[in-house]
């Protein structure tokens, strides 16, 4: 068995790390998530129970599903790291009520933030399900059983 067949796995631990973190965040330190980090939690929370079942399921497709929502949150999170370090202009910002988008809560070594952190865990959860998704062993047999298939009609 070859690594890429525990990348749906890796991708499992990340979605289950990052929304344990988020919510640590929030409701153990006390820190009010913003707008956009709303919009990140939307994506991540499902990934746990969706490629937890897939796993359990045995189910390959959901690959596909778990890359769409995490494609998703990348999306969100690369324009709130954007706008977070101030390379795209905070007046397109959402966070107009509550909490400001670059406020600044968290900032390990000078630069690790928790937008950063959910950059990361939707980038290597993206990276993990597409790496993943097309293991050598499951293209084989979904081939021969399409060949089965065919024959026995």
């Known amino acids: 068995m070859s690594w890429r067949s525990y990348a749906i796995h890796a991708a499992w631990t990340l979605s289950l790390v990052a929304t344990c973190g988020s919510l640590f965040f929030s409701e153990v330190m006390m820190l009010p998530p913003c707008v956009l ?3 990140q939690r939307i994506p991540m929370y499902p990934l746990v ?3 937890g079942l897939g796993i359990v399921r045995r189910d390959a497709q959901v690959r596909i599903y ?3 929502l995490s494609l998703m949150g990348l999306l969100v999170a690369t324009s709130h790291v ?3 370090y101030g390379i795209i202009p905070e007046s397109i910002s959402p966070c107009t009520q ?3 988008c670059t406020t600044r809560q968290i900032e390990w070594a000078g630069f690790v933030t928790i937008p950063l952190l959910s950059w ?3 980038l290597l959860i993206s990276l993990l399900l597409w ?3 097309l293991l050598p062993e ?3 047999n979904e081939s021969s059983e399409r060949k089965e298939g065919k024959r026995s009609q």
Do not use: N
Request: aromatic share 20%.
């Open 37 to 39: 980090c709303w919009y």
């Open 49 to 51: 129970f969706l490629l």
């Open 66 to 68: 778990g890359l769409g």
């Open 82 to 84: 954007l706008l977070y």
């Open 98 to 100: 509550g909490i400001s």
């Open 120 to 122: 990361a865990a939707f």
């Open 131 to 133: 790496v993943g998704r």
């Open 138 to 140: 499951e293209i084989a």
